[in-house]
């Protein structure tokens, strides 16, 4: 690409490439920034997607890739919901209209997407970790190459970040981490003396004179020596902040205007050039929904949106019933009201969990611990042995982090912990990473757990209402992402008998026991099978533990086949129905056919969940197919 000059044609037409993007001058990268920003508004207002972190990270974006010799060089993204700018300027520009759609682009980082995308992330915190790893394993391959992680101050509160950190500084590598502070802003005066000052610190001038003086200071009385250190470190500390990474053994630079191209630019090539003296942390400080009016004054700053009006930003909705997630917000403001023991706890997710509406209600009795599913678990393991009620609202995906704080700390001690698992199956655009597939199969093998799955609107609110009574045993209870099926739950609520399913019609030739919201493409399935003069008993299970033995049973002695299914991997719902069949001295399996469906044993990319049902051959005509071949009719 030819050297560009400052005029009304897009530069960003010109750029397909990072290496585009150095032939920029310096001067030309604002107007760069200012297209990649545009553009970015543009595609997602179509599509959807994360878009406030994206429009804060736009200067770092262009200034990593001006400075830094990727993909040789390497930058590691954490979680991933800022990358859309890195994607537009790393070769898939024109293929940002399919962004988190059907065999498009993943919403996230992802290794097999591009070779500018050197590790895949989706959840929080992974970035310092993964980013050691690949500069130790390229010195070990005698590989010379910068590796730079990106996190958010979100991140930077989950304990994941600080035991990298802590390793990070003991191995003294030249790891470069960017920490992103979009939670707060610089005032002109800071924001020139901070940039300033860590363009100073920054220096290899300073960095010299500053070990220089170290060696000095060795030769002095231990007393002196001491001071002085104490004294260098604390002044840099007073003006920057940077004591505690100095402690885990990084060398602190900020904080600084991650929006001034002129700050970043100086500052990045310093770290790069002389990040062989150990590992550095530059605090850049940005401003999410940056550029766009209405994602800078909303609340969330359009931190995940659906299709939006750019002019206006109003969000279209297709369904107005409201979602699983208000349903359980709501049941749970109601419980809380008559029951001062119940509580809520999110890990950093009160809007996604709903407990935001809780959280207006009840203030004193809801916490948000931030991106610490770990402690969140386990802090409720503490509230649960103080009589409190403790709820803890944690995506399918999310709890997958705390596994062996819910052994540990919950299961082996049959606290009666409350586990809202929201995101329960296939979750569409977010794609595997966000996916709720395991919960059934690594909840319910746990001594003292009691596990359900909510078929519909009511469901949901009749179990919150079992919850909140099990006080012997921590449960849980899951529901899908989106909206209900538009069942009034303004009635009086009455609790499910523990283990205990229900009949929701009755035949004579087949029965489906189902396990979640499959429930209704169950019911349309059925309808298509009398077609085929084939009726069905259709049995909603409610719990996969305990498992309701009697219905299974029933079910097994009144019908040929009996075909389980659930919005969960192999190893859950249909394996607990096996085995009990299997142990059954009737020996049912020898005597009916027997099938269970569940999603398949692969991650499915990101799509609409009807779309990822359909792949995973969970739909109704899907489950028609099933019973015809099972049944052997053609």
Known sequence: MKKSKLSNSLLLDEVKTPKDVKQLKKEELAKLCDEVRNFMIDKVSKTGGHLGAGLGVVELTVALHYIFDTPKDKIVWDVGHQTYPHKIITERKNKMHTIRQGKGLSGFTKRSESEYDPFGAAHASTSISAALGMLVGSKLSNKDKKVVAVIGDGAMTAGMAYEALNNAGAMKHPLIVILNDNDMSIAPPVGAMSAYLSKLISSG????????????????????ASTAKKAEEYARGFFTGGTLFEELGFYYIGPIDGHNLNHLLPILKNARDHSKKGPVLIHIVTQKGKGYHH??????????????????????????????????????????????????????????????????????????????????????????????????????????????????????????????????????????????????????????FITMAASDDLELAKM?????????????????????????????????????????????????????????????????????????????????????????????????????????????????????????????????????????????????????YSIAKMNSTNIVTRVLRKLNIK
């Open 205 to 224: 001038q300073y960095r010299g004179l500053r070990n220089a003086a170290s060696q000095i200071a060795k030769k002095l009385p231990k007393k002196i």
């Open 295 to 448: 994602a800078e004054k909303s609340e969330d700053k359009f931190h995940g949106v659906g299709k939006f009006d750019v002019t206006t930003g109003k969000q279209k909705k297709s369904n107005t019933n409201k979602s699983y997630t208000s349903i359980f917000a709501e049941t749970l403001i109601n419980l809380a009201k008559k029951d001062r023991k119940i509580c809520a706890i999110t890990a950093a997710m009160p809007s996604g969990t709903g407990l935001d509406m809780f959280m207006k209600k009840y203030p004193s009795r809801t916490f948000d611990v931030g991106i610490a599913e770990q402690h969140a678990v386990t802090f409720a393991a503490g509230l649960a042995c103080e009589g409190m009620k403790p709820f803890a609202a944690i995506y399918s995906t999310f709890l997958q982090r705390a596994y062996d704080q819910v052994v540990h700390d919950i299961a082996i001690q049959s606290l009666p912990v409350r586990f809202a698992i929201d995101r329960a199956g296939l979750v569409g655009a977010d794609g595997p990473t966000h996916a709720g597939s395991f919960d059934i199969a690594y909840l319910s093998n746990l001594p003292n």
């Open 464 to 612: 919150i209402h079992t919850c909140a009574n099990i006080n012997h045993a921590p449960s849980a209870f899951r529901y899908p992402r989106g909206p209900g099926i538009g069942i009034d739950i303004n009635r009086p609520i009455k609790k499910i008998t523990i283990g205990k399913g229900r009949i929701i019609q009755e035949g004579n030739d087949i029965a489906f026991l189902s396990y979640g919201t499959r429930l209704n493409e169950v019911k349309l399935a059925s309808k298509i099978l009398e077609t085929h003069k084939i009726s069905s008993t259709i049995a909603d299970a409610r719990f996969c533990k305990p498992l309701d033995k009697k219905l299974v049973l029933d079910l097994c002695r009144n019908h040929k086949l009996l075909i389980t299914i659930e919005e969960g991997s192999i190893g859950g719902f249909g394996s607990h129905v096996l085995n009990f069949i299997i142990k059954n001295n009737d020996n049912f399996y020898q005597r009916i056919l027997i099938d269970t469906i569940e999603l398949p044993d692969k991650f499915i990319d990101q799509d609409s969940p009807e779309n990822m």
